[in-house]
Structure formats: C-alpha cells, structure tokens
C-alpha cells in the first residue's frame, strides 16, 4: 500500500464564503434573477421541509437561466463569473491551505454544485473535480444533470466510483454542512468548518 494522502473539499461554504449556485446565475443573469428566484421560493420552502427532492428544483431552477445555452456561452459566462469574484468568494486560509499542498497530487473538490461553474476554481486551485455534471446534447445545455446531485450520501457514491480509496492511508476531508457528513465519516481526518 502507498503512503499516499487524499484530500477531498467541500466547495460551497467550505473553500467559499457563500453558496455559489444562486451567486453565479445572480451574476450571470442580473435582469432576469430576481424574477425567476421569487417564483421559485415556495418549492425552496418545500425542499427545506424534504417535501420536495432538492436535486429535481435545482435542476428546474438552473434550467430557467441555462437551458439551450452552447457549452462554449456556458463556459465564458463561468468564467467570467471566476474572474469577477474568485478574490471575493475564496476564503484566505483555504487558498492558503490548498497552495501549501502543491506537491500532493491527490486533491479533489467534491460538490453539489455544476462543474459548469466550479471548474474555473478548480483549475485556478490546482483541485481534480467531482460534481453534479451539466448535460450537454451536440454542445447544447439540456437543462438536465448526466448525475445524481453530489450531495450527502451521493458524495460518498461518486468518490468511491472514482478514487481507489485502498490506495491511501490517510484521508483528509473538509466540509462545513450536514451536507458534507457522509464524506467527513468516510474520512480518517475529518475537519468540520477548518477554514472559517
């Protein structure tokens, strides 16, 4: 076995200051949002009461703004949103943190959020990426996810399906919701909200 270290962090509230789902179409999308937001606060509501599957109305929601839009209009909208913000939305002590692993090649964020968006940041940090994943059909966004939402026990499905966790004595993770809880257990050095 190698003495290998994994790492595995939470992007949203963890290596951020805030949920960058609804800041990216916010930013993205300033003359629509507000609109689209308040016809859909009373399934939030629902999903906050597990009345509604939360993977389904983000799905719906991101489809509002996304939805027929090419991977390349996508990727520029992403990207310009990680040039405006990346110095605002970056806590210090995880771009800090991450930097000082530069030799670890083991480094994954681990997100509910759309590779659409988190990729600029995950390249930026020097982190691989596993996420919910957009769909795109002949270059074109279908408003739909090609995988479940990456989130709690989902989390734990996609790094098994993708990392050989045999390899690696230690496991380092980072998450600062319930969220985040499967994966923090799956760990041999958990840390709850280590950035804040």
């Not at 949203?12 to 949002?33: H, M, R």
């Not at 026990?153 to 499967?182: H, N, T």
């Amino acid at each position: 076995m190698e003495e290998n270290r994994l790492y595995l962090f939470d992007f949203d509230g963890t290596i951020t200051t805030k949920d960058t789902l609804f800041d990216f179409l916010q930013v993205s999308f300033p003359y629509s949002y507000k609109n689209v937001f308040i016809k859909f606060i009373p399934l939030f509501i629902l999903v906050r009461f597990k009345l509604l599957n939360a993977g389904k109305i983000k799905q719906q929601f991101i489809s509002q703004f996304l939805k027929g839009k090419t991977y390349i209009e996508i990727e520029e909208l992403a990207q310009q949103y990680f040039e405006l913000r990346k110095n605002d939305l970056i806590r210090p002590k995880a771009w800090r943190y991450i930097k000082d692993l530069s030799n670890e090649a083991n480094k994954y964020i681990v997100t509910a959020s759309l590779d659409i968006w988190v990729k600029p940041f995950a390249k930026y940090l020097g982190l691989r990426l596993i996420s919910t994943k957009a769909e795109f059909i002949e270059g074109i966004f279908t408003g739909k996810f090609v995988t479940p939402n990456c989130n709690c026990q989902q989390k734990v499905v996609r790094i098994v399906g993708e990392i050989q966790l045999a390899r690696f004595l230690k496991i380092y993770a980072f998450g600062d919701s319930k969220g985040d809880k499967y994966m923090l257990e799956l760990a041999t050095n958990p840390h709850f909200r280590y950035f804040e």
